[in-house]
């Protein structure tokens, strides 16, 4: 076995080790089969913990074709893995190119698969306009984060989304834990392995104060950084204010920036303007789902120069001497500089995707071509196996405490 | 003037300096006097705060009679100068008996109330049972609290509910900072006032992990202890995990506990077979709305002795030679044994109060029996009113960023 | 028994329950009865904790004459009940004039001490220079505090100091818990008693990084704060900045603060510079020995009014109608306005201050006129002690370890 | 330019950027070359930060010659980098055995040094025993670790130590920020890059609560993990417990425990006993100088198989089933599992190692065979420098305030 396979091999294996529900899932599908005889289209970061899902699947009777959703965020150890040692039908590569990239989609879309799971909805999005052939026989899709979501609520607020999808990103046992606590922990990887530098005493700025950015913004604390937020929206900017972070606009927030994470679902966070003033050093990086928060145009217009300076960061040389630097060119740096998230976290949102595509498959007729929610006793069922995989027991309600907190009689 | 009523006064004083949307609210209730010839019932803890807001109503021309929402929770030089410097109508004073609380509350009724502002349900309640006859003239209501929207949703569920109430409670700029900041800090202060003991180094156990218990748990660890959290949620039982507490039922928690304060809205969340179990030397103490979360009735069932040891505390003598101490007499102890939330953060709170108030006036014919949000847009108006107040900038989507997120096509 | 004894008398009995290190000195001590015939004389923070240390040194047969060492930080209902219920010798009240309190350590002088417990020196001061004639007969001193080691340093270096004195403030026991722990808790009971303010998302100014600092820095940042630390010192500088702290000139701190802690063992901390630049509104407290830290003839100077705004704060208002906020007239904050450290942080600190008592009877003969530390021995039986009464036992060196760590022959 | 050596070449030149201290002693000896004519021996661990070292102290004049102080701690990149771009004797590799480390270690001992740099004492040690041919020459040496200057320490106290030593460990510039924030984020990307697994919600047992143990609990806590401390110093335990932690002996803290990291600068920490009661699924991993932290004979003894389970990590399986995992085996996880620690920190103990290089070189014939520390004003001078660099300005005593702090007679 060549070292390469061999790595993936491992990853793969070490994760399922650490993913304790997708474990007891993986038992119910094997013995279930709920996905026989069914075709299942994938679009997520085709690392280990993604793998895992794949295999899932693939045990549960589905037939599955899997793309990246990202060009730089794949493991080509796990590719390699999932290909030699578990059949499966991968198309991904790090470092794909615009070209490789929809290439890669299109073969997803030339399975002409009865479900999608999409991670950012390019592939929903192309199954919609450029391959509307492959979209008539799509029963249902799940989506798994914040800036698929918001297409897709776009697209059914202008009618134009024809097939049901389960939001993921908002189960409680997804967004509560990956969006926060996974996005907080592997940032960090990302920037140690890129950088080797210290957080602690630096001025780490945060864009956005949503569930990503308040795990960022958490562990950089944690670390020792001050830490400084940029929002949009009022409420989110008083919460980071009381959590004790110094809240500012992105144009003052620059100037003491030891270090910029992008996490906004928006574009144009950091433009021309911001970076005239920024302090020089200033190392930036993106978590967010596109590589179009940080505008990558307005950097090189204004560098007299460019070169890698360590793996994962260009430094970009600016007129006046200062040197700003991106971290794996501006693309999600926990998965392109780093692991991604950890298996622990990716063990509930991808028991999310898992029971969430058996529950279109068995609901689809019945439910409306928009953003649906994964029902809440799916939720519930996920945080019951992990609680118990993490041996730990809780309280339960007596029947009178049941009585009391239904009723309202009984006052002071 | 005397002590007390100076004391008071200034209370008052300083309060409404620290409270800037309340000043804002206030300036605009005087110029356009919405609430004239309208009269507010009110029961709600009669401290500094909640003074401001009685003040500012009246400023906007409602007659308004206010008694105590909990017996333990009256500041007696507020009453005082209420009663003598602005001559509002109140009715509450410290340590009431559970007669004089409801004599209190029946005057209120008296009033023949236009719209009520009630903090746990028991005014509501009275009005859909005992006082039916002051219930017809009620146009609508605001809630405060957890405890007592839960039961206004009991009522509305059971068709029981015979006017609109606002949940004061769901409002954004309520919750994620009374909640969690507020009572975070006050039972602190609670702790402190009534103990003098140190918090680093303890095992404090929190019973619930809502936004209140969050809130505590998170201040104990900023504080050095090592905390323990109950719950019957694993969705919050696995948040609280994976923030670094440990998890574990109350039989068990108790074994180790240096104090337990609880926090759920449920009651008998400590109760014999716990008290039997417990850490000799344990601190009880209560933070949620009614006084029946520690069972006063097992305790003193259980205990060979009870005597005052301190301020607001009790020593309760087991027959095996352990001593246990409950705080307040497991009311409010953030109210009872401290001064309550901070000025700022009942600022927003009532500004809800208020704004809400008015929003029920003006819309409460259109308005369902059952219980209602605040409308985003009020929400959004406190949250930019507090931020301006707080001296902080944010930024805002260019027309560009608009179209982007509400659109879909933009992708990899 | 009047209102005022009472609390005083259960105030002292609930400090011995939560001292179970002076439990066991006080056992030893009423058993071997060391200060058998020696007179004591104590210039110590006169509230509950030091009221053990009295009564227990008394219990060791001492004939003690307590003063205090501050003239806001006495508890009356403790000296009520020291010279009531215990029959001591007391001389203290809160509030007393500069007058009274130099009468009041006349009066300690007047006993003739063969023993001092000094805190801030005063006392000893005053027994070198206008007391000489009480000078003769004293054997030793303990010192409590930072700023009183200070100047007992800078006596013996001109060689003026006339007999030996231990360091307690240099006691491990001591400094790591009781300026660090102690006094980051007990500043903010003053400070919640106070104010009723919240601290998450307030700009706290702490002026110095030494262990008090380091504690009132943390605990502000575990409630949510954002922190700016003043420092003189290097080192310190950077050790705040690595901790997350914003770290500048109290001249730029100043403007940006909504409260301001001094605790550096030096004056003329805040200024009239200062003042002219302060954030109005900004609060001041200090928690530093003497009350010279934050400048009060400046602030005076500066004000064109003073009013009391609320109990422990004074509002000095600015002619260009800045408000600004001193707490407790400048004296020690968490002892004026709070009740001092907990319980369980002065059990050590006194723990050292009773052996280290019991430590210069035995042994001032060998010891040299200078500031001496407390043994080693001592400290680590007084952390024994406390271990064990936390219920935490911990691991031990085997024989092989023991050999290992003290050799150097086992490499690579 | 082959990949390997442009990675180090990068690696390199990345540290210099972020070494501003570094840089100015850079500047400082290329001008005065002060180690013209001088032999210096180095023993570090062989990564970029230890080569910008080398080369700064070759730029000062010095010809040196790099060996290992670990076996498994060495950047093969930089190595390759420091022979060819900056022409460096350097002699080792990335997984030395016993034979090469110490063939490597009697290279250096060949150069005949002048000076020598020692990091573990391993060189030191050999100098004074199978190489005392080379000693004589010795003028004296600088050692780096905690350990290092233990057994020299131990080797003084048995009148062993034939030259003059410095501790850099001990200089406030190293221990303060190497050893508690260095390695406090270097082992969590150790823990990041071996295992991809989630800190939150473990269960993590830190053994010793020295600086680098405070280091690793303080991130781990950051990262939402429960932390529990084993110590056998009663002081440091009662710290640990009032910074928050539980606190145990290994054997009870082994049952719970999801990863274990030893720091102790002693061996046998983990030992057959705690293997036979740890929790299945634990991670251990060291972060102490020496590999004996846990003991692998009793790990290899007590498991039925052994194998990699990923890149860094051994999996032993127990005889009951249970597998226990090994990361870097048993070496030091952060520069063998990760990239040691950051390029700022490095930067300042670096900084007293090429300063205190110099004074030795100067001041050695009036210093005695023992261990020294640093002088302070060499600390000084690097946090001021440090300072600079990071744009801090801080305050300065006034001379009255000087007059003050040294005086005694102002007092209340």
């Given at each position: 076995?060549?070292?390469?396979?061999?790595?993936?091999?491992?990853?793969?294996?070490?994760?399922?080790?650490?993913?304790?529900?997708?474990?007891?899932?993986?038992?119910?599908?094997?013995?279930?089969?709920?996905?026989?005889?069914?075709?299942?289209?994938?679009?997520?970061?085709?690392?280990?913990?993604?793998?895992?899902?794949?295999?899932?699947?693939?045990?549960?009777?589905?037939?599955?074709?899997?793309?990246?959703?990202?060009?730089?965020?794949?493991?080509?150890?796990?590719?390699?893995?999932?290909?030699?040692?578990?059949?499966?039908?991968?198309?991904?590569?790090?470092?794909?190119?615009?070209?490789?990239?929809?290439?890669?989609?299109?073969?997803?879309?030339?399975?002409?698969?009865?479900?999608v799971?999409d991670?950012?909805a390019?592939?929903i999005a192309?199954l919609h306009?450029?391959?509307?052939?492959?979209l008539?026989?799509v029963?249902g899709a799940n989506e798994?984060?914040?800036t698929g979501v918001s297409r897709l609520r776009a697209m059914a607020a202008n009618g134009k989304l024809e097939f049901p999808v389960i939001s993921?990103n908002d189960?409680?046992?997804?967004?509560?834990?990956?969006?926060?606590?996974?996005?907080?922990?592997?940032?960090?990887?990302?920037?140690?392995?890129?950088?080797?530098?210290?957080?602690?005493?630096?001025?780490?700025?945060?864009?956005?104060?949503?569930?990503?950015?308040?795990?960022?913004?958490?562990?950089?604390?944690?670390?020792?950084?001050?830490?400084?937020?940029?929002?949009?929206?009022?409420?989110?900017?008083?919460?980071?204010?009381?959590?004790?972070?110094?809240?500012?606009?992105?144009?003052?927030?620059?100037?003491?920036?030891?270090?910029?994470?992008?996490?906004?679902?928006?574009?144009?966070?950091?433009?021309?303007?911001?970076?005239?003033?920024?302090?020089?050093?200033?190392?930036?990086?993106?978590?967010?789902?596109?590589?179009?928060?940080?505008?990558?145009?307005?950097?090189?217009?204004?560098?007299?120069?460019?070169?890698?300076?360590?793996?994962?960061?260009?430094?970009?040389?600016?007129?006046?001497?200062?040197?700003?630097?991106?971290?794996?060119?501006?693309?999600?740096?926990?998965?392109?500089?780093?692991?991604?998230?950890?298996?622990?976290?990716?063990?509930?949102?991808?028991?999310?995707?898992?029971?969430?595509?058996?529950?279109?498959?068995?609901?689809h007729?019945?439910m409306k071509n928009k953003v649906h929610d994964?029902?809440?006793?799916?939720?519930?069922?996920?945080?019951?196996?992990?609680?118990?995989?993490?041996?730990?027991?809780?309280?339960?309600?007596?029947?009178?405490?049941?009585?009391?907190?239904?009723?309202?009689?009984?006052?002071?």
């Amino acid at each position: 076995m060549n070292e390469l396979l061999e790595k993936g091999s491992l990853r793969l294996k070490w994760a399922f080790e650490h993913m304790p529900v997708m474990q007891e899932i993986d038992k119910k599908f094997r013995k279930e089969r709920p996905f026989e005889g069914v075709k299942i289209g994938m679009a997520l970061h085709t690392e280990a913990k993604t793998g895992i899902l794949a295999i899932t699947l693939a045990n549960g009777g589905a037939k599955i074709r899997l793309a990246s959703c990202n060009p730089l965020s794949t493991d080509d150890s796990v590719v390699l893995a999932l290909q030699n040692e578990y059949g499966l039908d991968v198309h991904a590569k790090k470092g794909e190119t615009q070209e490789e990239y929809y290439s890669n989609l299109n073969k997803v879309a030339d399975l002409k698969p009865d479900l999608v799971i999409d991670d950012g909805a390019d592939l929903i999005a192309m199954l919609h306009t450029t391959r509307r052939d492959s979209l008539k026989k799509v029963k249902g899709a799940n989506e798994e984060t914040t800036t698929g979501v918001s297409r897709l609520r776009a697209m059914a607020a202008n009618g134009k989304l024809e097939f049901p999808v389960i939001s993921i990103n908002d189960a409680k046992m997804k967004f509560l834990f990956d969006n926060r606590y996974g996005t907080g922990q592997s940032v960090f990887d990302g920037w140690m392995n890129s950088t080797n530098l210290v957080i602690a005493g630096k001025r780490i700025v945060v864009a956005g104060y949503g569930w990503c950015g308040k795990g960022i913004a958490m562990r950089a604390k944690g670390f020792g950084a001050s830490v400084a937020v940029t929002e949009i929206d009022p409420v989110k900017a008083i919460e980071a204010r009381m959590d004790g972070f110094e809240v500012m606009k992105m144009a003052d927030a620059v100037k003491d920036a030891d270090a910029i994470f992008t996490v906004t679902g928006c574009k144009d966070i950091i433009t021309g303007k911001h970076l005239a003033a920024m302090k020089g050093g200033c190392i930036m990086g993106n978590a967010g789902h596109f590589d179009n928060e940080i505008n990558k145009n307005d950097l090189e217009a204004a560098a007299v120069s460019v070169r890698k300076v360590r793996d994962f960061i260009n430094e970009y040389k600016m007129e006046d001497g200062r040197k700003l630097y991106l971290i794996a060119d501006g693309r999600l740096m926990n998965l392109a500089a780093g692991q991604g998230h950890p298996a622990e976290i990716m063990d509930t949102s991808f028991a999310a995707q898992a029971l969430g595509m058996e529950y279109v498959l068995n609901n689809h007729s019945k439910m409306k071509n928009k953003v649906h929610d994964l029902p809440d006793s799916i939720d519930t069922l996920i945080a019951e196996i992990k609680l118990r995989s993490m041996g730990i027991e809780i309280d339960a309600l007596t029947e009178e405490q049941k009585k009391y907190v239904s009723g309202w009689e009984e006052g002071t």
